[in-house]
Nanobody, 124 residues
Framework: QVQLIESGGGLVQAGGSLRLSCAAS????????MGWFRQAPGKERTFVAA????????NLADSVKGRFTISRDNAKNTLYLQMNSLKPEDTAVYYC?????????????????WGQGTQVTVTS
């Protein structure tokens, strides 16, 4: 069983920054890709960013390229999402997810474990 616990969400003004963290249980963390997804009220959960098993390859949604950075520390079993230049349209619940694959997929079906989510609210 894998447990994923997100933290770091909050309320920030447009143009500000937040850093999300996802702490994962289990020794298998370093074997699989990890990802971040988000879900705004009344909308589907969408892909934000993914990173392969060793951090050597990342995949970012077009809407966040140049503003968000995904990284991981396998020694600490922790995934990060650095979010800069935040916009009101980034407001959503952000979910950490573990992939069943080693590559950085943007497909929700590639992910088999999900965290409970952390709220990010960006005010204008």
């Amino acid at each position: 069983q894998v447990q994923l616990i997100e933290s770091g969400g909050g309320l920030v003004q447009a143009g500000g920054s937040l850093r999300l963290s996802c702490a994962a249980s289990g020794r298998i963390f370093g074997s699989y890709a990890m990802g971040w997804f988000r879900q705004a009220p009344g909308k589907e959960r969408t892909f934000v960013a993914a990173i392969n098993w060793n951090g050597g390859n990342t995949n970012l949604a077009d809407s966040v390229k140049g503003r968000f950075t995904i990284s991981r520390d396998n020694a600490k079993n922790t995934l990060y999402l650095q979010m800069n230049s935040l916009k009101p349209e980034d407001t959503a619940v952000y979910y950490c997810a573990k992939s069943s694959r080693s590559g950085a997929s943007s497909l929700k079906d590639a992910y088999d474990y999900w965290g409970q989510g952390t709220q990010v609210t960006v005010t204008s």
